[in-house]
């Protein structure tokens, strides 16, 4: 909207032309843009790597698992054998004498049978009396 307040006045040629050309603007200069391209280029570098790492991890995480499960089978395994062996050696400790017993009485019958002697004691010469 015009100011009304003032008179016009009419077009007017310049007397004076200037005497140095005019300062270039910024819009030739492409450092900018070639800074942001490139940041974006280091950006797309980056997701690339931080996907490949996460894959990996989540493959690393499966193999893990699968360790784990043998490593848990092992360790039953070994907790049935350490049961087995104390079940084993409580019977032992309760039976063990009398089968032992029994073994060697079937293997020595003998041994039963024989009279018992008592160790014979050495007869000592008792002196004849004189009269």
């Known amino acids: 909207m015009p100011d009304k307040t003032k008179p016009r006045s009419p077009a007017s040629e310049p007397t004076r032309f200037a005497q140095t050309p005019p300062p270039a603007m910024p819009s030739g200069d492409y450092s900018f843009l070639e800074m942001v391209m490139s940041m974006q ?6 997701k ?4 490949g790492l ?7 995480s499966k193999k893990l698992e699968a ?6 089978s092992i360790n039953r395994k070994v907790y049935t054998a350490l049961a087995f ?3 084993a050696g409580a019977l032992l400790g309760i039976f063990g004498k009398p089968i032992v017993e029994a073994i060697f009485n079937r ?16 007869e000592q010469s008792v002196p004849a009396k004189t009269r």
């Open 67 to 72: 360790i784990n499960e043998k490593l848990e």
């Open 41 to 46: 280029s280091t950006m797309g570098e980056l």
């Open 54 to 60: 996460k894959e990996s991890r989540t493959d690393q």
């Open 48 to 51: 690339e790597a931080v996907n």
């Open 107 to 122: 293997l020595s019958p003998a041994a039963q049978t024989a009279p018992a002697t008592q160790p014979s004691v050495p």
């Open 85 to 87: 062996i104390a079940l």
